[in-house]
């Protein structure tokens, strides 16, 4: 797929809003890992639409599963290792959820075994759907997958919140896949309606904004509550706050693929965002560890947050440079000559 600039910006500011949730502890900002799940679902889909269509010249499972792989294990094993030296956790025990992508239930049972590897979850998320998701996108044609993207965004709410009564804490309902998995259905939907009609998203530009400027709105008047909150457990939370989010995320992602000039776009294109974005998943990665070690030395919050920026900055970058970038480099030229060989076949 072709690199969209305006994501990249869109990237860029959801770590931010992570950041700023871990290391000043900024309201509502936890949101920014519902953007991350709705570009990625927009992402992924694409790109499984794209094998599907040509399967014949270059396989389906085998370069979409070496894809994520190239692109998820590099860092994500430096990431453990890290850990591992640095922390030194007691996950003897539970090794086996991180070492394959179940971080996420450590989280939901409250045995994370340090607050470092708490990011995890949110990994663990998406690799669990994308377990499922190829399947359904190789045996079903457009029409069916829009049916079945939009019927998980409709159940998943309610899933929410049936299950609520059910957990004494909110960490269940917040990490585990069948309760967030419509985020990432909502950006497949995108994709799939994009994939159908190339108007559709210039069509859907301003809806979209609206409806993403309403979603943000009643999350804000709703969070006046205090039984509106991710940590409130709430019937209310649980099945209209996660949807807001993914609403408001939607028609932001909508609204951004359909505009290509003015001050939004220029905002999302700005250079230092889009490289952030770039570098989001290691930095993500590492987040929450580097506040935790300047937190050893710095008592001032803007302080921490300050290092713990400039730390993590430095090691994504590194990652990026380093690793990530000519590993993907090496994947893309592989893929263009398997290509290649295949049409001249």
């Not at 919140?161 to 960490?171: D, G, I, L, Q, Y």
């Not at 209310?236 to 996660?242: D, I, V």
Request: glycine share 8%; with cysteine.
């Amino acid at each position: 797929m072709r690199r969209i600039p305006q994501l990249d910006g869109l990237r860029g500011i959801a770590i931010l809003m992570v950041f700023a949730t871990h290391a000043l502890h900024v309201p509502m900002l936890w949101m920014g890992v519902d953007l991350f799940f709705v570009l990625s679902g927009y992402l992924i889909t694409g790109i499984l639409l794209h094998l599907r269509d040509q399967r014949g010249v270059g396989g389906y499972w085998g370069p979409f599963y070496r894809r994520r792989a190239r692109r998820i294990l590099p860092p994500y094993l430096g990431f453990l290792i890290f850990v591992g030296v640095v922390f030194a956790p007691r996950w003897g025990h539970i090794w086996y959820w991180y070492a394959f992508f179940g971080a996420n239930f450590p989280l939901a049972l409250g045995r994370v075994p340090t607050e470092a590897m708490s990011p995890l979850w949110s990994l663990a998320v998406e690799e669990q759907f994308y377990l499922v998701w190829p399947f359904i996108v190789l045996q079903c044609e457009n029409v069916r997958l829009r049916q079945i993207a939009l019927s998980i965004v409709i159940l998943a709410p309610l899933l929410r919140a049936v299950a609520t009564p059910f957990f004494s804490s909110h960490f269940p309902i917040y990490s585990l896949t069948p309760f967030r998995a419509d985020t990432l259905a909502l950006g497949a939907f995108i994709a799939v309606a994009e994939d159908e009609g190339s108007g559709w998203i210039r069509s859907m530009r301003w809806p979209a904004l609206w409806g993403s400027l309403v979603g943000c709105l009643l999350l804000l008047g709703l969070s006046l509550s205090p039984s509106f909150r991710t940590s409130a457990n709430s019937l209310l939370f649980n099945a209209a706050g996660y949807s807001l989010s993914g609403m408001t995320f939607g028609g932001v992602l909508i609204y951004a693929l359909g505009t290509t000039e003015g001050g939004a776009h220029y905002l999302l294109t700005l250079a230092p965002l889009r490289y952030l974005g770039r570098i989001s998943y290691t930095f993500y990665l590492y987040h929450v560890a580097m506040l935790v070690i300047v937190s050893r030395y710095l008592n001032s919050s803007i302080l921490r947050a300050t290092a713990g920026l400039m730390l993590t900055g430095a090691i994504a970058a590194l990652s990026w440079h380093v690793l990530e970038s000519p590993i993907l480099k090496r994947t893309r030229r592989t893929v263009s000559a398997t290509a290649g060989r295949a049409v001249a076949a």
